[in-house]
């Protein structure tokens, strides 16, 4: 089968493709600017998803050495973001046994509808404050808390989507599913995140009251 | 009781709508769904909070600060990328598919 074609406007718009352009001419030292460029986001990418620095410091190692044998079978029929990301998703994935993972479930819409003693209820204060003023280390470590407990099917859709800014279809892409399926665990996801976060703030409500 | 159980709403009607608030939130829905939405929204305290809170939920995670690269792994990873461009290295199994 023929490998798709791929325009020249593809290329043009990957603002990785001038310098993967010249590491494949010869330029291999120049790798080390893609890494410059991916290793913060990939860094926290493999946090968010092992849950451990250690893991997430050996899934960024393991990636860009995959990327540095493999760069020159990329032929820009993706952007190479979303690429690099598919090849630390399935690093990810073959050092998942040796990891420490939310046990898997299917997490069900039912489950995260709102409860009689919530219906009467007003949007809460802090659903209306301003961000800066919620968004503090405690809080930040409660989101983590909560994304690492997520089961793990859907723990790389909500950081692909809501930490690492990938669209839908982008996603779907990297994580090899349909743009349905994303939407739906997207969806599940964030509401089981939302519910972490419900008991938090009222936790802290019921504190400071 | 969930809300689909309330006598003042359809339950299936809000469950339905329940189910898309964040294509709603995306703005990935057609006008005539976000329309169907908003009219919901105006009229369900229930979903009009969860929207509110899901929406916050979003922005907080958006809103995550980065954690800084230790300087061991950029270390690490140098020698090992040298290793290979010079052809003494090995990489373990993991390409693009």
New interface residues.
Partial sequence: MSKPRVSKQQRTNDRDASLIEAINAGETDRFYELVQRYQQALFNFGLRICGQAADAEDMVQDTFLNVFKYLGTFRFESQFKNWLYRIAMSVCIKRRRRSKFAPERELSLDEFLPGDEQIAAETPAWAREPLDRLLDEELARRIEDAILALPESYRPVLVLRDLEGFSTEETAQILNLTSGNVKVRLHRARLFVREQLKEYFNHEHRRSA | ????D?PEHDPAHC?EM??????YL?R?LDETACREIEQHLRHC??????C???????????????????E???T???E??EK??SGD?T???????
Avoid: K
């Avoid at chain 2, 305290?45 to 969860?50: H, S």
């Fill in positions: 009781m969930s809300i689909a309330r469950r329940f189910a898309h608030l964040s294509e995306d990935e305290d229930a979903c009009r909070a969860c509110a809170t899901l929406a916050r939920t979003v922005a907080l995670c958006r809103g995550m600060p980065a954690h800084a690269v230790p061991t792994m950029s690490r990873l140098r090992a990328i290979l461009r290295g990489v373990s199994g993991a390409g693009p598919d």
